[in-house]
């Protein structure tokens, strides 16, 4: 499993900044269906359920495997949340300019919501932000999860 954490840290940091191709495609069905789930609760909670959506899903796996008490999956579900923060940088960072394709048109979600929060001029500024927060993250899913594996490779040496 230490493996394959390594290999999404090595795809994220191989890949275009923003976009990671096998992880943002699930992304992104689950940004356009957290806009239907959470849009039941009224048409501000459709315009942020987008953003909850694409941080729902690793949520849930991040608990599940925390109930489960497998350090592997919590780590992996901390990095893919973290993840999400570059593609949603990515969509804040395109707030103004609106450069990016849009899935089924419409309104360009960090568009109304910054200029409803009168930081649209602050749009990469912002955008920057989440992503450095985003990689703190994962430095530190990875830097808890080698802590761990440490730990558990010590009592494994010292147990008979």
Not at 13 to 36: Q, R, V, Y
Not at 73 to 101: C, H, K, T
Not at 126 to 135: D, E, S
Request: without cysteine; negative net charge; aromatic residues 14%.
């Amino acid at each position: 499993m230490v493996a394959f954490t390594a290999v999404i840290v090595v795809l994220l940091l191989a890949g275009d900044p923003g976009w990671t191709p096998i992880l943002d495609s699930a992304n992104l069905a689950f940004h356009e269906a957290g806009h239907m789930v959470y849009g039941v609760f009224g048409e501000t909670a459709a315009l942020y359920g987008g953003l909850l959506g694409q941080l729902t899903f690793p949520l849930v796996v991040i608990v599940v495997f925390f109930i489960r008490r497998e350090a592997h999956g919590v780590a992996v579900g901390v990095i893919w949340a973290a993840q999400n923060l570059f593609s949603i940088g990515r969509y804040m960072a395109d707030a103004r300019a609106q450069e990016l394709p849009l899935v089924g048109g419409g309104e360009h979600d960090f568009e109304y919501i910054f200029t409803r929060w009168g930081v649209l001029h602050r749009d990469l500024e912002i955008a920057g932000t989440t992503r450095m927060i985003g990689w703190i993250i994962i430095g530190a899913a990875l830097g808890w999860f080698a802590w761990r594996y440490r730990q558990s490779t010590l009592r494994a040496t010292v147990q008979p």
